[in-house]
């Protein structure tokens, strides 16, 4: 029903001072008027849904043709409904008080006001004992889902108020009709007390008190509960910002583990993973004749495309390095495609750079060429420091990885694996990945004793693509 009132500014988000503070305030204020804005097209909604069942129900309890005179009021409150929605924002506004006021006055008018299509000539006084008051809870009820106490609370207040003065004005200003009184009176000589219960000219004043008492007790209960369901808002908030911060420095699925776990990377494990690197090869000899700008700029296009690839084949960014990158699959955990998954982002990287140098001499810039190394076998696992903790990975098979991309230089290749790697793909049943890989054996690799076979993705001839 009503949607109303926000809280403001003040209350929605603590303002703080300096930049980061500043920054987190406008991610939970854009999270919470989101938050609202689904509130009040379900409140909108909601109004829509009880607005149509009520009118149903009066049919069967209001006389024709008074019935439509309700259900005029019912249209009212449905479209004053629509406007709630339309001028709602987050912070106080006055446009938006005025409709939620006009809310209640158009009920209370409905509700005690003369029914123009009525026809029984009945004193005032029994407009209030129809117990009409109670259909004032719907808008209530539904003003909690607009996420605001100060609505709530708003609106248990005015209610109150309007309701109360409707009695006075109808207390001081209408006539009441002695003769009905007295024939009750008459009928009940015995029970004056029931006569008085009965009599069609009584307010009832304690009653119509007490339901406006009651009303803004339930009103005060519900804005509490609003308030720290705001109060959860704001935590929840808190928590998908500091999540969204960790996915800026850690790939998702180390989001993942570090989320649903107290110490998920403490315990030290050791399993078989993939490991690829990446590097602009020559990148030395192209920053040192460029503006540092250009250099930055450069990698920032660079690593964006890596990145994307890394994280669409669930891999984990390990680390950059400076013009490239080291990325890991089957950590933290391990799965069933790993090393398929290392190869299939590795050919999707080397698509986004023919993309990007294609890009880039378009413009005039010259292309950047690319070398990538993936190794599969066993690689220790865990977190490392004291304070700022890393997420590390060690072993042999990083050094061999690192050995293979270094590897693409003398062998004219874009990617090099290992004989291992490319015997895991096979395992896990990727053999299109394999696919234009030549094969080179006793192929001496700095740091391993023994010769290993290679396979290697060969460079097309490159245009302009120098070192």
Known sequence: MTEGVRSDPGDDIAHASGGEADREDRYTEAVLEHHKREGLALAVKARWWAMGVVAVFL???????????????LMVLCANGWLIQRVGRVGQSRTELLLIFF?????????????????????????????NFQYFYLILAAGTLAYSWRTVIAIGTWTAMIWCAALALSFWFTEPMEALSDAVITALPNHPELGRMLDPNSFHLDLRFQEAFVFILV??????????????????????????????????NVVEELSQNDEPLKQIRSHDIAVLFVDIVGFTEFAAARKPEEVIETLREFHGLMEGAVFAHEGTLDKYLGDGLMATFGTPSPSERDAQNALRCARQ?????????????????????????????????ADIGANRLEFAVVG???????????????LNARLVISDGMRA???REGGDECLDGLQKFTDQDIRGVAEKLTVWAYERPRDHGITG
Do not use: C
């Open 103 to 131: 809310d209640l006055l158009i009920m209370t008018i409905g509700i005690v006001g003369p029914n123009p299509l009525g026809e029984h000539d009945w004193p005032s006084a029994m407009r209030f004992q129809y117990d």
């Open 349 to 381: 990287m080397m698509r986004d750079v023919d993309d990007w140098n294609n890009a880039r001499i378009s413009k005039g810039l010259p292309p950047l060429r690319v070398g990538f190394g993936a190794h599969y076998g066993p690689a220790v696992l």
């Open 59 to 73: 049919l069967f309890v209001a006389p024709w043709p008074e019935v439509l005179y309700y259900h005029f009021i």
């Open 424 to 426: 895991e793909v096979l």
């Open 219 to 252: 009103a005060l209960t519900l804005g509490l509960t609003v308030r720290r369901f705001n109060t959860l808002l704001r935590s929840n908030a808190a928590l998908e910002r500091e999540r969204t911060n960790l996915s800026r420095y850690f790939s998702p």
């Open 396 to 410: 042999n098979t990083v050094n061999v990885a690192s050995r293979l991309e270094s590897m693409t230089r003398g």
